[in-house]
Nanobody, 118 residues
Framework: QVQLLESGGGLVQAGGSLRLSCAAS????????MGWYRQSPGKQRELVAS???????NYGDSVKGRFTISRDNAKNTVYLQMNSLKPDDTAVYYC????????????WGQGTQVTVSS
């Protein structure tokens, strides 16, 4: 079982910055991929950014150049630095930890609200 503890959400003005953190704990094998997804009312959950154990990253088109994902493998923690925030970034942000090799798993955090005011 893997528990994901998210922190760092909140209210910020447009153009501001926030940093999200997600720490994975429990008795588990290291996730291959950790990432962040977001969902706003009436929309599907979408990828924000993901990072592999080796450091390979993948970003959603709408956040490229503004958000940076990083990972501390020793702490099983993933970070999302969000700069130049826009009102369209307002959503619940979910942490994801996924292992694609045995033992496979796919866990989600509870979500943290990010609200960007104009």
């Amino acid at each position: 079982q893997v528990q994901l503890l998210e922190s760092g959400g909140g209210l910020v003005q447009a153009g501001g910055s926030l940093r999200l953190s997600c720490a994975a704990s429990g008795s588990f094998f290291r996730p291959n991929v950790m990432g962040w997804y977001r969902q706003s009312p009436g929309k599907q959950r979408e990828l924000v950014a993901s990072i592999s154990t080796e450091g390979s990253t993948n970003y959603g088109d709408s956040v490229k150049g503004r958000f940076t994902i990083s990972r501390d493998n020793a702490k099983n923690t993933v970070y999302l630095q969000m700069n130049s925030l826009k009102p369209d970034d307002t959503a619940v942000y979910y942490c994801n930890a996924r292992r694609t090799t045995r033992p496979e798993y796919d866990y989600w955090g509870q979500g943290t609200q990010v609200t960007v005011s104009s």
